[in-house]
C-alpha cells in the first residue's frame, strides 16, 4: 500500500432521481489517477459517509474498486455512531479488496464515553489492513 502523494477523499455523485450515479464515480476515480493521485478514500465525511444507506455505501465501495482496478491504494471510511457497525463496514471493506481502513470516534462521544472507549478497542483489534483515525479535536482531544 503506497500513501506517499495525494490521496483523494472522493465526494459521492448522485442522479437526480436520487441514486449514486456510478458512471460518474467512475469516471472521477479515472481522471482522478490519470492525474497522478496514489490513492481515493471512499466513504468519508466528504463522501458524506453518515447520509449513506448500507446498500448506497456497498454501491459506492465496489465501485471504486472496479474503477480502481489495483491502479491506486484504496482507504475505505468505515466511522458510524456504532462500533458494532464501524466493525462490519470494516469486514466488509477488507472483503472488497481496501487497503486501509479510515475510522473515527462517534462524532457526539465525549472523551471519557462509553461509544469513545469502544471505538478504541476496535482499534487494537489485530487488523488485516492498515488503520487510519481522523479526528474531531472537540470530542477526541
Do not use: H
Request: hydrophobic share 45%; with cysteine.
Amino acid at each position: 500500500m503506497n500513501i506517499e502523494g495525494i490521496l483523494v477523499p472522493i465526494v459521492t455523485p448522485f442522479t437526480a432521481d436520487n441514486q449514486v450515479d456510478t458512471a460518474l464515480l467512475a469516471e472521477l476515480v479515472d481522471a482522478f489517477i490519470a492525474k497522478g493521485v496514489r490513492g481515493i478514500v471512499a466513504c468519508g465525511t466528504t463522501g458524506e459517509y453518515y447520509a449513506l444507506s448500507e446498500a448506497e455505501r456497498e454501491t459506492v465501495l465496489n465501485t471504486i474498486v472496479k474503477a480502481a482496478a489495483g491502479r491506486c491504494t484504496l482507504i475505505a471510511g468505515v466511522s458510524d455512531m456504532s462500533s458494532e457497525v464501524a466493525a462490519q463496514r470494516a469486514i466488509r471493506a477488507k472483503e472488497l479488496g481496501y487497503d486501509g481502513l479510515m475510522l473515527s470516534a462517534p462524532p457526539y462521544s465525549c472523551r471519557r464515553s462509553k461509544a469513545l472507549s469502544n471505538t478504541l478497542n476496535m482499534w487494537r483489534l489485530k487488523p488485516t489492513c492498515r488503520l487510519f483515525s481522523t479526528t474531531f479535536p472537540r470530542v477526541s482531544a
